[in-house]
């Protein structure tokens, strides 16, 4: 059973701060990585996509991606409060056609 | 444009009656997938379809199953529902030109009750 791992929080930290989310996965035929953020009651929205070994930054938010380690995290600068939310990682299988999530961390900022 | 559209967005049915859940794709979208949330499990896929044909398909019984049609709207089913089938079911569209998740746009999700 291919599975995406992720620490369920919640991950308390005040406003202005480094937010650090982490996920691990255990097929290491998934070529794509994805980080989602789910507000209450809402569908999750994509906010990064990662291919490639290494970083990609997006304005405050940051993936990370290492292959080797099978890990993928998310930095999140300066959090605000409405950055306060279930973030989800996920990759993709091996058919290219489905993505794996993880149960998702839940975030929250204060301010 | 337009963005993904579920219905109903509520349903609360009896354990072993059947339910049909619908979704309009983003215009021009031709991949739709369907995916379970609950709170213990989180989002499991349960299958992706890609012009009328289902490509892949999530670990779940046969009780649940789906189709698309020429226009790209897809419905799923699931029949002699359990109470376990208490859940969020969201679907996402994408034009597939990237890789899969990539230019997922999910739906508001039906929220399915079983009493």
């Known amino acids: 059973q291919k599975e995406v791992e992720q620490n369920s929080g919640p991950l308390s930290v005040p406003e202005g701060a480094i937010a650090s989310l982490n996920c691990t996965y255990s097929d290491r035929g998934s070529q794509s990585f994805f980080w989602y953020r789910q507000y209450s009651g809402k569908s999750p929205e994509l906010i990064m996509s990662?291919?490639?070994?290494g970083d990609k930054e997006d304005g405050r938010f940051t993936a990370q991606l290492n292959k080797a380690s099978q890990y993928v995290s998310l930095l999140i600068r300066d959090s605000q409060p409405s950055d306060s939310a279930t973030y989800l990682c996920?990759?993709?299988?091996?058919?290219?056609?489905?993505?794996?999530f993880g149960k998702g961390t839940t975030l929250s900022v204060s301010s | 444009k337009a963005g993904v559209t579920q219905t109903p967005r509520y349903l609360i049915k009896t354990r072993g009656q059947q339910v049909t859940l619908s979704c309009s794709p983003i215009?021009?979208?031709?991949?739709v997938s369907w995916y379970q949330q609950t709170p213990g499990q989180g989002l499991q896929f349960l299958f992706e379809?890609?012009?009328?044909?289902?490509?892949n398909k999530g670990n779940f019984p046969g009780r649940f199953s789906g189709r698309q049609f020429s226009n790209s709207r897809s419905e799923m089913n699931v029949s002699t529902l359990e109470l376990g089938d208490s859940a969020l079911y969201l679907c996402a569209s994408s034009d597939q030109t990237g890789p899969p998740g990539y230019g997922y746009t999910f739906g508001s999700g039906t929220r399915l009750t079983v009493v």
């Open positions: 996920a990759a993709s299988d091996q058919a290219g056609t489905a993505l794996i």
């Open positions: 215009s021009g979208h031709r991949s």
């Open positions: 379809y890609f012009s009328e044909t289902q490509r």
């Open positions: 990662i291919y490639s070994n």
